[in-house]
Each structure stands twice: as C-alpha cells, then as structure tokens.
C-alpha cells in the first residue's frame, strides 16, 4: 500500500516537526501532508473509476491549477 506509506510519512513529519517546535518546518510538512493526502484520494477514485474521457482529464487539470470554469 504506498499510498498508505506516503501520507503516514507525511504525517510523521508534520510530527517531528511539532515535537521541534519549528513552525516554518511544521507548515512545510503540513503542507506536504494535504498533498499526500489529495494524492491518495486521487490513486483511490482512479482506481475504481472508468477511464477518463481527454474533456474530463482538462476539468480535472483545471481544478489541481485552481482554475474555475
């Protein structure tokens, strides 16, 4: 399971951090942590989703660069 491994990772970093009482290494690790998390939920609907048609791979795209439609 990786991506189990990538968001505990990330979550044992936010960790240290605070343990460290470092906040600018607590915010990047916080920071690391949301992407490992987006990016399991994302390997999970992907996973059991039909494929993606090229107009609904651009939405997608879309939205991870914030653009609104």
């Given at each position: 399971?990786?991506?189990?491994?990538?968001?505990?990772?990330?979550?044992?970093?936010?960790?240290?951090?605070?343990?460290?009482?470092?906040?600018?290494?607590?915010?990047?690790a916080?920071?690391?942590?949301?992407?490992?998390?987006?990016?399991?939920?994302?390997?999970?609907a992907?996973?059991?989703a039909?494929?993606?048609?090229?107009?609904?791979?651009?939405?997608?795209?879309g939205?991870?660069k914030?653009?609104?439609?």
């Amino acid at each position: 399971m990786a991506t189990v491994t990538r968001t505990l990772t990330a979550s044992a970093h936010v960790a240290v951090a605070v343990r460290l009482k470092d906040p600018e290494r607590e915010a990047v690790a916080r920071r690391n942590l949301a992407e490992a998390q987006i990016a399991d939920a994302i390997d999970r609907a992907l996973a059991v989703a039909p494929p993606l048609t090229p107009t609904q791979v651009r939405t997608l795209t879309g939205l991870m660069k914030g653009v609104r439609r």
